[in-house]
């Protein structure tokens, strides 16, 4: 039958898919780290989108306004839901051995003289521009376990560079 000839509100909106399943990017089986205060952030995110944009958002679509902030809103919420319900959160090291571990900011320095900070953090956390690289991603993996003043081999999309840890901070820095 003609679509024509059916009787659908134009009010009813096709549910949009979830932006992406939640640690899309984790292998099969693998835990969804975060950082404590990583973990805080999506908790505030999300009782934000929840207790104040989406009540903010369905006024409006109750008043005609557009429905798909609506629903764009609503998979975020999804998203962030999925996330905190498989995530585990990691209690970062006390120890100042001077290791580098899940949560750490590392200061590197490479062949050419280029020093770089990275805070290791879940693929939830990642945000390149702060440096805050994800525990799976080839340089993470090789900083892992290593400590002050080691040379460290990495395998890069770019080509293998030899990097040397100059220093390792366990504790969290401001936002």
Same mark, same amino acid.
């Given at each position: ?5 059916? #009787? ?24 969804? &780290?975060?950082?404590? @205060?990583?973990?805080?952030?999506? #908790? ?5 989108? %929840?207790?104040?944009?989406? !009540?903010?958002?369905?006024?409006? %679509? ?5 429905? =798909? ?53 879940? %693929? @939830?956390?990642?945000?390149?521009? #702060? ?6 991603? !080839? ?22 560079? =030899?990097?040397?840890?100059? &220093? %390792? #901070?366990?504790?969290?820095? !401001?936002?």
């Amino acid at each position: 039958m003609s679509k024509a000839f059916t #009787r659908e509100s134009d009010d009813d909106l096709p549910e949009l898919p979830a932006l992406r399943p939640a640690s899309a990017s984790l292998p099969a089986g693998v835990l969804n &780290h975060l950082t404590a @205060d990583g973990a805080e952030r999506l #908790r505030r995110d999300l009782d934000l989108a %929840v207790n104040e944009e989406r !009540p903010r958002l369905l006024a409006q %679509v109750k008043a005609g306004s557009d429905k =798909e902030a609506l629903q764009k809103l609503d998979q975020r919420i999804r998203l962030l839901e999925d996330i905190l319900e498989s995530a585990s959160v990691v209690v970062p090291a006390t120890d100042a051995d001077g290791r580098i571990r899940f949560g750490s900011y590392v200061t590197v320095r490479d062949s050419r003289g280029e020093e770089d900070t990275y805070r290791i953090v879940g %693929v @939830d956390e990642t945000d390149v521009d #702060r440096g805050w690289i994800s525990w799976i991603s !080839p340089l993470a993996r090789a900083l892992v376990q290593a400590e002050v003043g080691q040379k460290i081999q990495v395998k890069l999309p770019g080509g293998n560079r =030899e990097l040397t840890v100059l &220093h %390792v #901070r366990q504790q969290a820095q !401001p936002e």
